[in-house]
T-cell receptor, first 115, second 116 residues
């Protein structure tokens, strides 16, 4: 069965510093990978996705992620964090089915931004 | 109107009550989903509907009863819930092709459910 692991439950970073969130997956084939962000009291917003092609993916809000097949990883990065980036971040793997996509989510990483 | 709208945003119900959660998508998608987000567990897929037909029931207890009258609306009927069912219930939609991945899932803001 597919699974997604986000090893870091909480990360605290200073505003302006760089951020990297880790994501590892277990899947029988090349997966479709996603990063979502959830602000307090809100739903999930897609930051970026990887389907195929270039393994470095650019997303919204200045985020990027790199797919590394050899490490089964899809880590999310941002060079300079803003206070508004404080939120919870979820990595997800898609199981492709014609009858509806199944997303398996990691446990999430909560990011706190210090002034 | 946002893409996926859920009502109510907050709901408190007793264990003997019957209530319903509503989800509406304005994106023209053909697949809709219910997810449960509990405090200390990863997001869990509950149900998948494709073209109004239920295609996935992820071993969800029968006290949760979904209904999809058309491709734009999805309901989750609740009855005789337990306190451990308290969670954020998220609705999502996506566009499905024939055997191909078309779009990612777009999520609503969720309904925060508290069972007392």
């Amino acid at each position: 069965a597919q699974s997604v692991t986000q090893p870091d439950i909480h990360i605290t970073v200073s505003e302006g510093a760089s951020l990297e969130l880790r994501c590892n997956y277990s899947y029988g084939a090349t997966p479709y990978l996603f990063w979502y962000v959830q602000s307090p009291g809100q739903g999930l917003q897609l930051l970026l996705k990887y389907f195929s092609g270039d393994t470095l993916v650019q997303g919204i809000k200045g985020f990027e992620a790199e797919f590394k097949r050899s490490q089964s990883s899809f880590n999310l990065r941002k060079p300079s964090v803003h206070w508004s980036d404080a939120a919870e971040y979820f990595c997800a793997v898609a199981f492709i089915k014609a009858a509806g996509n199944k997303l398996t989510f990691g446990g999430g990483t909560r990011v706190l931004v210090k002034p | 109107e946002t893409g996926v709208t859920q009502t109510p945003r907050h709901l408190v119900m007793g264990m003997t009550n019957k209530k319903s959660l509503k989800c509406e998508q304005h994106l023209g998608h053909n697949a809709m989903y219910w997810y449960k987000q509990s405090a200390k567990k990863p997001l869990e897929l509950m149900f998948v509907y494709n073209f109004k037909e239920q295609t996935e029931n992820n071993s969800v207890p029968s006290r949760f009863s979904p209904e999809c009258p058309n491709s734009s609306h999805l309901f989750l009927h609740l009855h005789t819930l337990q306190p451990e069912d308290s969670a954020l219930y998220l609705c999502a939609s996506s566009q499905q092709g024939q055997g191909e991945w078309n779009t990612e899932a777009f999520f609503g803001q969720g309904t925060r459910l508290t069972v007392v």
